[in-house]
Every structure is written in structure tokens, then in C-alpha cells.
């Protein structure tokens, strides 16, 4: 079975401090995403990568980085944490760049006070 | 520009009773359409993947179909345990060399089935 793991299932942090999400994957995908879902906005993809160190910008890329060192892990950055990015964070893999399914991860409820 | 959308928005069902889940889809050549279950604080698991008009997928007592222009997920005598919010996805042809092309995804039919 695919697994992706993400580093914290809840984080609290404050506003203008610089958050780290992690997420790894143990079935050597090609392919990682991260989300971000809001009620009433659905799934909205902040950043993917489609292999190591290469990283496209998605629907909403403003105010996030990413890094991808190696093809497991793939780490999602607020530089400056705002009360607006309170949010629950998916991230997922896929094997192939089209028509594959996308594995997600638990998730992780990030509240920025 | 692709859209996914996705009726009703809710349904409620009593255990045994039947139904089916619509999405509706525009996009410029389609690669995939994906099915997810999401239960309530946990990520998507995915369900299906449907690639041409006319094919259909099976798991347990879903049953996924693909039209042209909507995918229809079909419930049967479904059970409280299948009570979550189902999401459906679209994936358009990529036309340049190299990347990958991203999911679109509706908002989901939030499922209830009373026992």
C-alpha cells in the first residue's frame, strides 16, 4: 500500500513565524503535491514537484515555498506565517506525471494565531 | 478554463437505499477523471480513475461511470460506514514537452446514510 506520512496532524503557531510542513512518501513517486482545503473552496493546489529539486507553482503559490531534495520528501515553507494560512495542508504523491491517481497523506490542521 | 462540478451537494440515504453522485466536467481533452472518499478530518483516499466514455469501475458497492461530460458515481444498498464526503477530479491532456498537468477537483457530495 502507498503510504505518505506528514510530520504534524495539528501545529499552532504565531503570526510572522516561519513554518515547516513535511511530508515522505515510501512508494518512489515521482510526482509530490500540496494542497490546501478550505470549507467552501475545495482542494486548491499550492505547489508540485515532478521530480528532485524541480518544483511548478500551482493555483495559489503566493506567501509558500517548497523544497524537494530528495524524491521521498517534499517540505512545504511559510515564510512568514499569516493568520489567512490557517488551514488544513494535504500533501500527495503519484507515480506518474499523467493519468495516475494521487495518494494523499492524513493531512495537517494548521492554526496561525 | 476547467471546471468540475459537483450534485448534490449533500444527500442523505437511509441504509439500503440507492443513489448516485454526479459530476459534471468542461475541460480541453481529457487524460483522467479520479473518485475520492474523504472522511471528515483525514485526506482524500482515492477511489477510481475513468479514462474514455464508456468505462466503468467497481469497488464494493460503489460502481463509477464516465460519460463524455459527467462521471456518475452509483451507491448500492449503501451502508452507514459510507457516510463521507466523495470528490471528484479531472485531469486535462498535457500538450507541452515535460511537468505534469494538475487535478482539478470539485467540491464534493457530503454522503450521510442513516442506519
Known amino acids: 500500500d502507498v503510504k505518505v506520512t506528514q510530520s504534524s496532524r495539528y501545529l499552532v503557531k504565531r503570526t510572522g513565524e516561519k513554518v515547516f510542513l513535511e511530508c515522505v512518501q515510501d512508494m518512489d ?16 493546489l499550492i505547489y508540485f514537484s515532478y521530480d528532485v ?21 517534499f517540505s512545504l515553507i511559510l515564510e512568514s506565517a ?14 506518474g506525471v499523467l493519468g495516475f491517481g494521487q495518494y494523499f497523506g492524513p493531512g495537517t490542521r494548521l492554526t496561525v494565531t | 478554463e476547467d471546471q468540475v ?5 449533500a444527500l442523505r440515504l437511509q441504509e439500503g437505499e440507492s443513489s448516485s453522485l454526479n459530476c459534471s466536467y468542461t475541460v480541453s481533452g481529457l487524460r483522467g477523471l479520479f473518485w475520492y472518499r474523504q472522511d471528515p478530518g483525514k485526506g482524500p483516499e482515492f477511489l477510481f480513475t475513468l479514462y474514455s466514455a464508456g468505462e466503468e469501475k467497481e469497488k464494493e458497492r460503489l460502481k463509477a461511470t464516465l460519460t463524455k461530460k459527467e462521471s456518475f458515481l452509483h451507491i448500492t444498498a449503501p451502508k452507514p460506514e459510507d457516510s463521507a464526503t466523495y470528490l471528484c477530479a479531472v485531469q486535462r491532456v498535457r500538450i507541452t514537452q515535460g511537468g505534469s498537468e494538475k ?4 467540491k464534493g457530495t457530503k454522503l450521510t446514510v442513516n442506519p
Open chain 1, 82 to 95: 499569516s493568520t489567512n494560512q490557517t488551514s488544513m495542508y494535504l500533501c500527495a504523491s503519484s507515480l
Open chain 2, 103 to 106: 487535478l482539478v477537483f470539485g
Open chain 1, 53 to 73: 529539486k524541480m518544483k511548478e507553482k500551482g493555483d495559489i503559490p503566493e506567501g509558500y515555498s517548497v523544497s524537494r531534495e530528495k524524491k521521498e520528501r
Open chain 2, 5 to 9: 462540478t459537483q450534485s448534490p451537494e
Open chain 1, 29 to 44: 513517486h515521482e510526482n509530490m503535491f500540496w494542497y490546501r482545503q478550505d470549507p467552501g473552496l475545495g482542494l486548491r
